[in-house]
């Protein structure tokens, strides 16, 4: 029964799925249309349990409902063949006719039951449980909510009513205040490898003026040059360590497998060392405060460069092999990567998803478009961010000041790419 459950949810998903993106065997006017929409309806209300983020596999899902389809249509045939036979035996018992009407509603009820045995096997065979999508438990054909308004004024909430953090949505001194009762530590990791280095000085510097002044603040630095990390003086209750990580001579491996640093040192330290986490760029400065206001469950920030961009030309992930596929018509916002944050425990499970979305497709020899950023977009669709702070939490240097971006609190400096990074 669980079994026959979990194969019509996944029929559900991928008839949706296929609705959604005009892929359906179905025309609208099909008559088993009608019949689709009813197992839909009624999976929906049975769908139990955590759902997962991966894609379903599109062959094996195509030729699932090619077969449930079939099955069906051949059933309804021999139940109208077998009305049809009461019929004729009532008024030509034993006639050509019923013996040809016999013959033929056997072959049908032989094939029909051929084709559920082909879906159960591909049910079987297929990894239906592994590759089963979130997608389905989300209605996730919505407008694409808007960071700033027609009139100009900066929108303070999600549509899922997480708070977006601007400059005048909060009071400074009573939000630290509530937090640092609560005797919190934060945890903040930075990666700086190969030339990177040159910006920590700045980086710390920055950060001891203006993120979370007045809280205990534990740095762990990964670099692959201990002796490149500068003196910096710290805070009150400051700490800093520096972890040495193997150097690499791709950038792009650099930043991905930030998410494996982070989910590694969580387990292995943060769970017993810290109450939040953040990861954050290097190659950054702090301009102004950044403090307890931006503390929640889950925390994205917007990436400056797309707040105002249609998501169709968001730059997600656009190949649906990769784990980390946005199809055009779905995302809320394009997050930056150079942002992650939240309580320990949530931190984890973002980064540790990332990290196994980041190995899938490495086994198949898959780069998303941005490395992490990718991963951590799709995350986000799917595990909507409790709270999302502003592009003022992450600005770009060269980036002209809008109306909108009263204040900025955290930039990424200019950097001349060919210089700094390992590889093109
Ligand atoms: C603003 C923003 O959202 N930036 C994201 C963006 O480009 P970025 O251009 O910001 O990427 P980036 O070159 O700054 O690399 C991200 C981070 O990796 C580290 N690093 C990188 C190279 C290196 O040689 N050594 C080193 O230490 C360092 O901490 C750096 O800050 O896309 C990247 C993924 O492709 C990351 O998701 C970045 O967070
Ligand atoms: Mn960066």
């Known amino acids: 029964m669980v079994s026959c459950l979990v194969e019509l949810q996944e029929l559900t998903v991928l008839t949706k799925h296929f609705c959604r993106h005009n892929k359906t065997p179905l025309s609208p006017s099909c008559p088993l249309l009608p019949c689709m929409h009813i197992i839909i309806w009624s999976t929906d209300r049975l769908t139990v349990g955590p759902p997962m983020i991966t894609d379903t596999k599109p062959k094996a899902g195509i030729m699932k409902v090619n077969f449930f389809l079939f099955f069906l249509a051949l059933t309804g045939f021999s139940l109208i063949g077998h009305s049809v036979l009461r019929v004729t035996k009532d008024t030509k018992p034993n006639s050509e006719m019923m013996k040809f009407l016999q013959n033929a509603n056997t072959l049908l009820l032989?094939?029909?039951?051929?084709?559920?045995?082909?879906?159960?096997?591909?049910?079987?065979?297929?990894?239906?449980?592994?590759?089963?999508?979130?997608?389905?438990?989300?209605?996730?054909?919505?407008?694409?909510?808007?960071?700033?308004?027609?009139?100009?004024?900066?929108?303070?909430v999600t549509p899922w009513l997480s708070p977006i953090v601007w400059e005048g949505t909060f009071d400074p001194l009573l939000i630290d205040s509530i937090y640092r009762q609560q005797n919190i530590t934060i945890a903040t990791t930075v990666f700086a490898l190969g030339k990177y280095t040159q910006f920590l000085k700045d980086f710390l510097?920055?950060?001891?003026?203006?993120?979370?002044?007045?809280?205990?603040v534990h740095y762990y630095l990964f670099t692959d040059q201990p002796e490149q990390v500068p003196e910096v003086k710290l805070g009150e209750e400051r700490q800093l360590t520096v972890l040495k990580v193997p150097s690499s001579n791709r950038?792009?491996?650099?930043?991905?497998?930030?998410?494996?640093?982070?989910?590694?040192?969580?387990?292995?330290?943060?769970?017993?060392?810290?109450?939040?986490?953040?990861?954050?760029?290097?190659?950054?400065?702090?301009?102004?405060?950044w403090g307890a206001e931006s503390l929640g469950r889950l925390i994205g920030v917007i990436h400056p460069g797309y707040?105002?961009?249609?998501?169709?030309?968001?730059?997600?992930?656009?190949?649906?092999?990769?784990?980390?596929?946005?199809?055009?018509?779905?995302?809320?916002?394009?997050?930056?990567?150079?942002?992650?944050?939240?309580?320990?425990?949530?931190?984890?499970?973002?980064?540790?998803?990332?990290?196994?979305?980041?190995?899938?497709?490495?086994?198949?020899?898959?780069?998303?478009?941005?490395?992490?950023?990718?991963?951590?977009?799709?995350?986000f669709l799917y595990n909507k961010p409790s709270k999302v702070l502003s592009p003022e939490y992450l600005w770009q240097d060269f980036k002209p000041h809008t109306n909108e971006v009263k204040i900025i609190r955290f930039s990424q400096v200019i950097k001349n790419y060919a210089a700094v990074r390992p590889n093109p």
């Not at 389905?136 to 308004?149: H, I, T």
């Not at 510097?205 to 205990?216: K, L, M, P, W």
């Not at 499970?349 to 979305?357: D, I, N, V, Y």
Request: contains cysteine; negative net charge.
């Open 307 to 379: 707040y105002q961009t249609a998501r169709e030309q968001f730059p997600y992930e656009r190949r649906p092999e990769s784990q980390a596929f946005i199809p055009y018509a779905e995302g809320d916002y394009y997050y930056g990567g150079a942002v992650i944050g939240g309580l320990v425990k949530d931190v984890y499970e973002a980064a540790k998803t990332c990290r196994e979305q980041l190995d899938i497709d490495a086994a198949k020899s898959i780069e998303a478009a941005w490395q992490e950023e990718s991963h951590l977009n799709k995350y």
């Open 205 to 216: 510097e920055s950060a001891e003026q203006n993120y979370f002044v007045g809280f205990r």
């Open 251 to 289: 950038w792009q491996e650099i930043t991905l497998r930030r998410m494996e640093k982070l989910e590694k040192l969580i387990e292995s330290r943060l769970v017993n060392e810290a109450d939040y986490v953040f990861s954050l760029d290097v190659d950054t400065k702090f301009y102004g405060r």
């Open 110 to 156: 032989v094939v029909a039951f051929v084709s559920l045995t082909g879906l159960i096997f591909l049910g079987y065979s297929s990894t239906s449980l592994r590759y089963k999508e979130k997608r389905f438990c989300l209605k996730l054909s919505y407008k694409q909510p808007s960071v700033v308004g027609p009139d100009g004024k900066v929108v303070p």
